[in-house]
DNA sequence: TCTGGGGTCCTAGGACCC
DNA sequence: TCTGGGGTCCTAGGACCC
């Protein structure tokens, strides 16, 4: 359980619980379970950033459902008129989607996210809160434990309350030499100063209303645990496959790949549960043949007969944006060496968008799998709701 | 039987180079 | 052979985020 509606969490059912320990619970409510739905949600997540694109100076994607808003040259805006322009981005973003959300203003990122946090808590907000004044960010600071700022995980949470810092406020309190000694150094030091108003965060603004990641990754577990290297190389190879499509359609490159295979971590071995392997390539690519033979290499090293592996993933590192790549002068731009590359990846993106996923794939990828059965590394999505906006076949009937 | 899939930034040590 | 002050790259791991 991953996400959970607020009828679910009155039922007592925790964060990241898994199925099988909530089921009675779900029987006896009659509890509506979806497997996770990624296309879906990605195309809600761009209708929503498109708008919020069109209507501020500045945007950057913070994450699929999260977005900070530059408001720069807005400031001599009065506290009704920027109350007013956040509740118009609210109800625009509602009549689009039907997405209920919330926003928080404040001079820096880690306010702003703390009045974000209160808003959606206190209903009288109506959904924004303004923190424009030093005794609004100090009331604001007051009302927040510490374990809830961004940027305080469990570990810190902790130790700060051992230490008698309690809130948000209590923490503001704090030097940046004392952050900086008790909170991971100069990431403490931000996070403290951030709270006391100072900008220590900028913002990374997006322009086409996408998201450009500084490393891309494919990872899932498996339905079955596997053994085989060519089950798991047909895994590897589809994975690579998919984290390449990503690769391209930000139009990227990468010239540092990691894969890693993964134990049960609840089974009886004890650790480690994961072996991992990173290659720096010659050059830079987004070339799927080219990946999926790298893949291959690294997956040679790491695999040991007889373990029983549950995962697997691929990440790239090292992203370059596609025509600038910083090459030695010695080298040749990849797609000068190989133009008919380029242009084949084009047309395989092509077909798998237009005819679905996986309707073309590298050999490697399917090579291990008997005809007409599912490759033995896909997960049981039983409960998967339908991809409406993003699959022909998923498409609303009306009638 | 069943236990998610992504990301970011920072630190530190060792190899190697000038 | 020892001394010294840089720098980069690679690798691994920790903490945090959604």
Redesign the pocket.
């Known amino acids: 359980m ?2 959970r509606s607020a009828e679910a969490k009155a039922l007592g059912i925790k ?7 909530v ?1 009675p619970l779900i029987e006896q409510h009659q509890v509506q379970v979806f497997s ?1 739905n ?1 296309a879906l949600y990605g195309d809600m997540s761009y209708r929503v950033m498109s708008y919020l694109a069109s209507v501020v100076p500045e945007l950057e994607i ?5 977005a900070f808003l530059g408001l720069h040259g807005m400031e001599r805006y009065t506290k009704p008129a920027l109350n007013d322009f956040a509740q118009e981005i609210r109800e625009q973003v509602n009549q689009r989607t039907h997405i209920p959300t919330c926003i928080g203003i404040a001079p820096t990122k880690t306010l702003a ?1 703390l009045a974000n946090h209160l808003a959606k808590q206190d209903t009288a907000c109506k959904g924004v809160l303004l923190l424009d004044s030093v005794e609004r960010q100090w009331w604001a600071l007051g009302q927040v434990p510490v ?13 700060l309350r051992a230490m008698g810092l309690d809130t948000a406020a209590d923490l503001a309190c704090c030097s940046e030499a004392w952050a ?1 000694k008790h ?5 403490g030091a ?1 996070l403290v100063r951030e709270l006391q108003g100072t900008p220590c965060h900028q913002l ?1 603004a997006s322009e086409d209303g996408t998201l ?10 498996f ?3 596997l053994s085989k290297f060519d089950d798991l190389l047909g895994a590897v190879a589809a ?1 690579t496959s ?2 390449a499509e ?1 690769l391209r359609a930000q139009g990227s490159e990468t ?2 790949m ?1 894969v890693f295979l993964g134990q ?4 009886p071995t004890p650790p ?1 549960y ?1 072996y ?5 390539l010659p050059t830079s690519t987004s070339n799927t043949t080219d990946l999926v033979r790298a893949a291959r290499a690294l997956l040679e090293k790491l695999w040991q007969p007889g373990l029983l592996y ?2 697997a ?1 691929v ?5 370059e944006g596609h025509g600038q790549p910083q090459l030695s002068l010695f080298e040749q731009l990849p797609e000068v060496q190989r133009p008919q590359s380029a242009a084949l990846m084009r047309k395989l993106d092509q077909l798998n968008s237009r005819f679905g996923q996986n309707c073309v794939q590298v050999a490697t990828a399917v090579a291990a799998v008997p005809k007409g059965t599912p490759a033995p590394w896909l ?2 999505k039983r409960q998967c709701s339908l991809a409406r906006t993003t699959s022909w076949k998923d498409l609303w009937e009306i009638g």
């Open positions: 991953v996400s964060m990241g619980a898994p199925l099988f320990q089921r996770s990624y913070y994450s699929i459902d999260e996210k374990e809830e700022v961004w940027g305080v995980g469990r570990q810190y949470g902790q130790k900086r909170m991971g150094g100069v990431v931000r990374h450009a990641r500084k490393s891309i990754a494919h990872t899932r577990s339905g079955r645990p994975f998919r984290a990503k010239y540092m990691t049960n971590r609840f089974g480690p994961t991992s392997a990173q290659i720096t549950k995962k993933g990440i790239f590192d090292g992203l997960g049981q």
